[in-house]
């Protein structure tokens, strides 16, 4: 029987020494992930050495969007968490215990190799095991990351909000409601935040992992 593919995500928080209170940030955060993504998590987000995070997911098509609520929702905090994240796709033998981190497996070492590895420039990186998806594929989403590492760095606060809530599947007019926000406000932040750049990139991705 062949294994099954799933994602691995491993981040940690950019310069934490210089934040007051971002553990209290990702417990908050990732406890609202939890939430929303509970059909998706076999395992709770897994924090370590004070600013890492890993976590597990059942469905590699829905990795970047994950990645992207948890980096958007943390930049848009009253005090922003800018964070690194390694997204990871392989097969593994059998899921971790009662801790991602304890995960064994060419993924789990992927995907924290790939942090440890990023430049400055970079916010979100990609990498797949062997046999998975072709190389030619592999760099170019490795490169398509760089890119969307470039939009991500300059995102603003209210962008970052009003995207995180585009992440989430709500409508313009809603997301003025919940922010409090005039509809057309809204529209402008998404148009200077590149929302319609980023979701062609998303959906891009999401139909490629369909299948796995």
């Given at each position: 029987m062949d294994k099954k593919i799933y994602p691995v995500?491993?981040?940690?928080?950019?310069?934490?020494?210089?934040?007051e209170g971002y553990g209290d940030s990702l417990e908050e955060v990732f406890s609202q992930f939890g939430k929303d993504y509970k059909d998706e998590l076999p395992l709770e987000v897994d924090r370590y050495s004070g600013d890492q995070f890993q976590f597990?997911?059942?469905?590699?098509?829905?990795?970047?969007?994950?990645?992207l609520y948890i980096y958007t929702k943390l930049v848009s905090l009253q005090v922003p968490v800018p964070v690194r994240i390694?997204?990871?796709?392989?097969?593994i033998d059998d899921l971790p215990g009662n801790r991602v981190s304890t995960g064994e497996g060419e993924v789990f070492?992927?995907?924290?190799?790939?942090?440890?590895?990023?430049?400055?420039?970079?916010?979100?990186?990609f990498g797949a095991t062997n046999g998975v998806i072709g190389q030619d594929l592999d760099s170019l989403f490795r490169g398509a990351m760089d890119l969307l590492s470039?939009?991500?760095?300059?995102?603003?606060?209210?962008?970052?909000?009003v995207i995180w809530y585009k992440l989430k599947g709500y409508t313009q007019n809603e997301i003025a409601g919940k922010t409090d926000r005039k509809?057309?406000?809204?529209?402008?932040?998404?148009?200077?935040?590149?929302?319609?750049?980023?979701?062609?990139?998303?959906?891009?991705?999401?139909?490629?992992?369909?299948?796995?």
């Amino acid at each position: 029987m062949d294994k099954k593919i799933y994602p691995v995500i491993t981040g940690d928080v950019v310069n934490s020494a210089e934040i007051e209170g971002y553990g209290d940030s990702l417990e908050e955060v990732f406890s609202q992930f939890g939430k929303d993504y509970k059909d998706e998590l076999p395992l709770e987000v897994d924090r370590y050495s004070g600013d890492q995070f890993q976590f597990l997911m059942e469905s590699p098509r829905l990795a970047l969007r994950a990645s992207l609520y948890i980096y958007t929702k943390l930049v848009s905090l009253q005090v922003p968490v800018p964070v690194r994240i390694s997204i990871a796709i392989g097969k593994i033998d059998d899921l971790p215990g009662n801790r991602v981190s304890t995960g064994e497996g060419e993924v789990f070492r992927l995907s924290g190799s790939n942090l440890v590895e990023m430049k400055k420039y970079q916010r979100i990186t990609f990498g797949a095991t062997n046999g998975v998806i072709g190389q030619d594929l592999d760099s170019l989403f490795r490169g398509a990351m760089d890119l969307l590492s470039a939009l991500l760095i300059g995102l603003s606060q209210a962008q970052a909000d009003v995207i995180w809530y585009k992440l989430k599947g709500y409508t313009q007019n809603e997301i003025a409601g919940k922010t409090d926000r005039k509809q057309q406000s809204v529209s402008d932040i998404l148009i200077a935040g590149q929302w319609r750049n980023i979701q062609d990139f998303l959906e891009r991705f999401e139909a490629i992992f369909e299948k796995y």
